[in-house]
């Protein structure tokens, strides 16, 4: 009982953090409710006994990609007003529909094919054994069955943040919060008729 009531507590918690995140309309409340959502997540992979993701939800997401978007926060004026263009209103609401009707169907279909895929290919057994903490057996699968992906995804990242800090250094004498809306205009105007 006090399981299912945590469950739903944590999951309205969580909901309601999600929610903030996309109808707020300032930016660092919306930093704020997404690392809240992301902490908000992790008790219910610890009510499933998954010690390790738990953590790593906490570690990982409200960690370091909370902190990404901070970072990259500072380097913006977070009170100037954005101005979207959208050449279509139809065309973006059968977008979004369209997209949405898409997640929903690999929402319900994926765990149908999932849980019939691994029942043909276990037998039906769990490949977890029992008395084996959660992490080690992770460790264990990562680092000898899926090692050269490991490895990969490792290579991918560095090269990712070498490329970062590149673009990063480009035009580091010019701060865009320095500079009023109209020039900042002018020159997307500028930049657009060039491409033109």
Known sequence: MMEIFAFYFFGALSLAMFCVVVTTQNLLYALVALAAG?????????LLGADFIGIAQIIVYTGAVVVVYAFSL?????????IEKRQSKIVLYCLGTLFTLLLLAVMIIAPILT???????????SPLQEGVPDGHMIGYQLFTQYLIPFELAAIMLLVAMIAGIILAGKRMDRSLTLISDQQINEELH??????L
């Open 190 to 195: 500028t930049h657009e008729g060039g491409h």
């Open 38 to 46: 992301m902490i908000f997540i992790s008790p219910v992979f610890f």
């Open 115 to 125: 849980y019939e895929q691994a029942q043909t290919l276990s037998g039906g057994v």
């Open 74 to 82: 500072m380097f913006f004026d977070s009170n100037r007003n954005i």
